[in-house]
């Protein structure tokens, strides 16, 4: 509805509210979505941001804010509210601005509101998309939080050697970009892994790894947790290096599973490191750098084979070849 | 009894043998005492070490020595033989040497078995006591590889900054600096701690350390493990680091408990490292430069003054006022 005079566009805006608190498996009766409207305008002098929203990302750590805020979380986590409207990553394109360094028009990524429109108040934490021949909803994924937590984890807390043995867990938002179906044959046959399982398939992990990697292993991404670090911790090489960002196989339990295997960190010499995307911030420039000319070698090669192959005319997200 | 012509001296050798493995608390029966003899004359052109052994290390990670062999255990661990002496770190004195840098006459310490006169068969791995200004019994503790230990983990693993909140258990050997009696007293009091407390008498662990650390942990220094290491999840700061050079709450039970509350890692980016003195040989010049002097201020100012003040005549170790 167009406004007339002093009277401003109202538009309807959707909005997907988080209910209460979940225990056990998030179900969708734990969001509802309401149909109310909102002004596009920006009241005078405000120094927010009025965007659309193009794309939103569900990201597993979004699941430990479905909990009452932790003390322990500190300033890495602030949880949702029951009744108020989800956050989260996502792409928007900019309708009105009053901060100096965002204009109409442009694209930006980070956090926003599961809703159409949304009013950013805290514009300085949102990003500018400057590299535009990708597509956008890679900037709910490779190209912003889940691909600078990859990129930071392994280059920077593991620091890789030549010759070593790595084991990634695809689970959680890092490791988006093999997605889901295929994802053990597309990382072994199409994206040059040597070997690739499904963890959640396999009996005994400590067996399973041990066939997969013989030799033990240097380097581990972790963001699984709970037996899957209990196996990989029987597998470590001496001065090996777990880089963790999450433990997903433990958001939907109350009460965590023990890891038995600690001493292993003495045995094996193990340097675990936790850590968080938001202090590797300042290296999002140098991440780019080196992600979007893999990227672009990737489209050129090994995707549009698979695809091809795969028989399927739009298997890569957000690109039909 | 005294050797003639070609037949050599022959002398009484009591030896303590490693009976079986050992499972849960180690009984005084696990052991037994052989009185048997020994030829105090080394084999023509042997290039092993004679020795007289002065005294005798009981460290926590024998404990681990008296289970069947862990594949895990790596370079780190050879568990003991049954049947076999008991062997372990030690001082000696030197009867006789086919190595040319070791002397009739000097001192050393290192590996060595638990009976009055040992052959050193790789006498490289001993090394010769240059201070002896010292009672010889701390070349089984603060000046060798217990201090080594405590010297890497907290300098070289953690790199403490001013400011920082640490938490040191003192079990195992590398604070029995703080020996046993008056334990926790001695360390407030006398040694200048901040805060000391018996962990095993805490009813709830997380509580105490809230209580004694009411702005969190920055370094915990870790070699208790189980329910300790929990506990010190829950209260750590960001950025914190824990070195890791064992467990011992674990060594005594078959299954180690399940330490829960990891995600502490994630949320507060802590770095865990294990650690073996090993890695750290190459640095125990530099550490005996450090401690010598801080042991001497020690016995000149704290010590004495606490052993007047406890109406002992020779409460420090080795030493009578």
Redo the contacts between chains.
């Keep these: 509805m167009a406004g007339s005079g002093e009277q401003e566009a109202l538009v309807g805006n959707k909005q997907v509210i988080f209910k209460d608190f979940v225990s056990g498996f998030p179900k969708e009766s734990d969001m509802f979505v309401t149909n109310g409207t909102v002004k596009l305008k920006l009241p005078e002098g405000s120094r927010a941001v009025l965007v659309k929203n193009l794309y939103l990302s569900c990201d597993p750590y979004m699941r430990n804010l479905m909990k009452p805020q ?1 003390a ?6 602030t949880c949702y509210t029951p009744g108020s409207p989800v956050s989260g990553s996502g792409v928007a394109k900019v309708l009105e601005s009053g901060h100096p360094d965002i204009k109409e028009g442009d694209l930006v990524w980070g956090v926003t509101t599961w809703e159409e429109y949304s009013v950013i108040k805290a514009p300085e934490t949102l990003t500018k998309i400057r590299h535009t021949d990708v597509p956008f909803s890679y900037y709910t994924g490779i190209l912003v939080v889940p691909g600078l937590t990859a990129y930071a984890g392994f280059y920077e807390v593991c620091s890789p050697k030549k010759g070593e043995y790595v084991c990634v867990l695809c689970s959680g938002c890092c490791w988006s970009a093999c997605w889901a179906i295929h994802k053990v044959d597309l990382l072994k046959n199409k994206l040059g892994f040597d070997e690739a399982f499904n963890y959640k398939e396999e009996h005994d992990l400590n067996e399973a790894l041990k066939r997969y990697f013989p030799e033990g292993i240097d380097i581990y991404f972790e963001n699984v ?1 709970g037996k899957m ?1 209990d196996a990989v911790l ?1 597998n470590m090489r ?1 001065h090996g290096r777990i880089a ?4 997903i196989s ?1 958001y939907n339990i109350d ?22 995307v938001l ?1 590797y911030l300042h290296q999002y420039s140098k991440f780019l750098d080196t992600v979007i000319p893999l990227h672009q070698r990737w489209k050129d090669n090994i995707c549009r084979g698979y695809c091809r192959g795969s028989g399927e005319r739009s298997c890569c997200p957000g690109r039909t070849l």
């Design positions: 932790d322990n979380y500190g300033s890495l986590f947790g670090l029987l001496i963790v960002c999450g433990m433990q009460k965590p599973e023990g890891v038995s295997n600690l001493m292993n960190i003495v045995y094996k010499r193990v340097r675990v490191e936790g850590f968080a202090d």
